[in-house]
């Protein structure tokens, strides 16, 4: 009896056993496997829009040799105000991206209208009236470098720049008949410096403020009457401008 009792039992447990092998494994599901975030940065090539005012400056005019015996050496110099705007072109190269150093060149053209008049005197024997302007392109092409913290650049800029200044007007001086009268427009170029603060609002598109300081100058003549006299002629400006750009991130 005891026998058999231990007979079933071992049947039983075998087919238990057999059972449970045919039974599907539970498996555990794998690791889920979170990818990191891209680390930002500004390397790419971007374009936008810019405006911004000429708040202040100076248009310079001078008589230089040659010049009439009779019209002695005489200088003006009058504030510069006005508006620019126009865009914007360029590319940045981040060293490091997230926190790090960025480098790149930037080009802007637009128009700009600063004017102003202005009336020299010289010593009470003659005068020049006339007006200055930039009624056309002002251009610039410059470096920038930098450093971003994540979508904040803070950055220092400075380069070439060209544009054109209108004159216009009339001198007056004993030995001349009537007033003559000069209107010539004179391409200038000289150098730009300033800064700025670059914000990334969207993966593509950052804003920024902006400020530069610009200097021309240049040396022409003019011939009235039959006589030649020599101008010099410059402009400094202190421009802050605005801008929205649009970055293309072809490496990102």
Do not use: C
């Not at 019209?71 to 360029?90: C, D, I, K, Q, Y």
């Amino acid at each position: 009896m005891k026998s058999s009792l231990l007979a079933a039992g071992s049947l039983i447990a075998l087919a238990g056993g057999a059972h449970a092998a045919d039974l599907p494994r539970r498996v555990a599901p794998p690791p889920v496997v979170m990818a990191a975030p891209p680390v930002f940065t500004w390397t790419g090539f971007y374009a936008g829009v810019n405006a911004g005012g000429a708040v202040g400056g100076d248009f310079r005019a001078a008589t230089t040799a040659p010049r009439p015996a009779a019209l002695p050496a005489s200088r003006a110099e009058v504030s510069a105000a006005g508006f620019v705007a126009g865009g914007t072109v360029g590319y940045n190269y981040q060293f490091t991206p997230g926190n790090g150093f960025v480098v790149g060149v930037e080009a802007d053209a637009g128009y700009s209208d600063i004017h102003n008049e202005f009336r020299a005197s010289a010593n009470a024997t003659g005068n020049v009236n006339g007006a200055l302007k930039t009624d056309t392109y002002f251009v610039t092409v410059r470096g920038r470098v930098g450093y971003a913290w994540g979508p904040l650049l803070a950055y220092a800029t400075g380069g070439w720049a060209f544009t054109e200044i209108g004159a216009r007007g009339s001198v007056t001086a004993p030995g001349l008949i009537a007033p003559t009268s000069f209107n010539a427009s004179i391409p200038v170029d000289g150098y730009t410096v300033g800064g700025g603060l670059e914000y990334m609002i969207t993966q593509n598109l950052s804003v920024k403020g902006e400020y530069l300081y610009s200097d021309f100058s240049r040396d022409v003549r003019f011939r009235a009457l039959g006589t030649q006299f020599g101008v010099r002629t410059g402009l400094d400006t202190h421009q802050l401008k605005v801008g929205i750009n649009y970055h293309f991130n072809l490496f990102n």
